[in-house]
């Protein structure tokens, strides 16, 4: 007998990167075009959030309960409540097992550090994709707000923070600019948009940087380049520019996901009704966005970017 098969992306990213914001957009959107979904937060210091829930975490363990018990600080309490998630697996397992056929869309924790060296987020990842009960098809969404591509050193920085959740996670992975919209306040761009959405060449960032060293010392320009060229020689950066508030964008990024989970193809050969549905929507977002760059050339008109 085979297990049930579920597909779904994992939001991951900063804290005010903008995840809440994001798996409530695209829960609207699933709503819209009728797709079973639940909403799963894994963030047990997210007591506010912008979207229903149909598994919280903190039914099982709240991060300010551990902050007031064992008198740890919010990153040591995140800690700790990762490790009790992962001890107590079959929680969430048996949770999810109750819907079937829906799509899933999870809501993880904002403390980067757990993406690059914690054994038990990659424990509860890796059991959430594949266990006794079901498998799992799941992509990883990375987000980073838009602002840190207008400072070299910090854009950098989210390249080699990208580069190390790749790594570590071992799932496909789609690094996304939140926050596009705040585009407008920032100011032009330092590069088109469309510079940043293919391989990253870091090249140009450098010279913006090195034109910066009346600012900072020889010292720190090198540090910063051989990060630059640590990020290029893995060749598997780059950046899909999100504005949650357009629905052609949101509609784009789901495309994406779904190519990456593997859902689209699964639901083409396993459901023609749904699968003419998923078709139809791609084919609508096709006539607007032929492909990867007339998207991206939307998004600079729309913010007036586009010269």
């Given at each position: 007998?085979?297990?049930t098969?579920?597909?779904?992306?994992?939001i991951?990213?900063?804290?005010?990167?903008?995840?809440?914001?994001?798996?409530?957009?695209?829960?609207?959107?699933?709503?819209?075009?009728?797709?079973?979904?639940?909403?799963?937060?894994?963030?047990?210091?997210?007591?506010?959030?912008?979207?229903?829930?149909?598994?919280?975490?903190?039914?099982?363990?709240k991060?300010?309960?551990?902050m007031?018990?064992?008198?740890?600080?919010?990153?040591?309490?995140?800690?700790?409540?990762?490790?009790?998630?992962?001890?107590?697996?079959?929680?969430?397992?048996?949770k999810?097992?109750?819907?079937?056929?829906?799509?899933?869309?999870?809501?993880?924790?904002g403390?980067i550090?757990?993406?690059?060296?914690?054994?038990?987020l990659?424990?509860?990842?890796e059991?959430?994709?594949?266990?006794?009960?079901?498998?799992?098809?799941?992509?990883?969404?990375?987000?980073?707000?838009?602002?840190?591509?207008y400072?070299?050193?910090?854009?950098?920085?989210?390249?080699?923070?990208?580069?190390?959740?790749m790594?570590?996670?071992?799932?496909?992975?789609?690094?996304?600019?939140?926050?596009?919209?705040?585009?407008?306040?920032?100011?032009?761009?330092?590069?088109?948009?469309?510079?940043?959405?293919?391989?990253?060449?870091?090249?140009?960032?450098?010279?913006?940087?090195?034109l910066?060293?009346?600012?900072f010392?020889?010292?720190?320009?090198?540090?910063?380049?051989?990060?630059?060229?640590?990020?290029?020689?893995?060749?598997?950066?780059?950046?899909?520019?999100?504005?949650?508030?357009?629905?052609?964008?949101?509609?784009?990024l789901?495309?994406?996901?779904d190519?990456?989970?593997?859902?689209?193809?699964?639901?083409?050969?396993?459901?023609?009704?749904?699968g003419?549905?998923?078709?139809?929507l791609?084919e609508?977002?096709?006539?607007?966005?032929?492909?990867?760059?007339?998207?991206?050339?939307?998004?600079?008109?729309r913010?007036?970017?586009?010269?």
């Open positions: 007998m085979s297990q098969q579920f597909y779904g992306c994992m991951i990213g900063p804290s005010g990167s903008g995840k809440s914001t994001l798996t409530a957009g695209l829960q609207q959107f699933l709503d819209a075009i009728g797709r079973k979904h639940i909403v799963i937060s894994l963030d047990p210091a997210n007591e506010e959030t912008k979207y229903k829930c149909d598994i919280d975490v903190q039914e099982l363990i991060a300010d309960d551990v007031e018990e064992l008198h740890l600080g919010p990153n040591g309490a995140l800690v700790f409540c990762v490790d009790f998630l992962e001890k107590n697996i079959e929680w969430l397992l048996t999810i097992i109750e819907y079937k056929d829906h799509y899933l869309i999870i809501d993880m924790p403390q550090e757990l993406y690059m060296d914690s054994e038990s990659k424990s509860v990842i059991k959430l994709q594949k266990n006794d009960k079901f498998k799992a098809s799941l992509v990883a969404i990375e987000l980073f707000e838009a602002f840190n591509i400072d070299p050193a910090q854009y950098i920085s989210i390249c080699l923070s990208a580069l190390s959740s790594i570590n996670l071992e799932l496909p992975h789609i690094n996304v600019l939140s926050k596009v919209d705040l585009i407008e306040q920032y100011g032009k761009p330092p590069c088109r948009l469309s510079s940043y959405t293919t391989e990253v060449d870091l090249e140009e960032v450098m010279f913006d940087l090195e910066q060293q009346g600012k010392s020889e010292k720190y320009y090198k540090l910063n380049k051989e990060l630059a060229n640590l990020v290029q020689t893995y060749s598997l950066v780059s950046f899909f520019p999100v504005d949650v508030s357009d629905r052609n964008s949101i509609g784009f789901l495309v994406q996901i190519k990456a989970n593997g859902y689209f193809d699964f639901i083409v050969e396993q459901n023609r009704t749904q003419e549905k998923l078709e139809a791609n609508e977002l096709k006539t607007q966005f032929t492909f990867s760059s007339e998207y991206i050339m939307y998004l600079e008109a913010f007036g970017i586009d010269e």
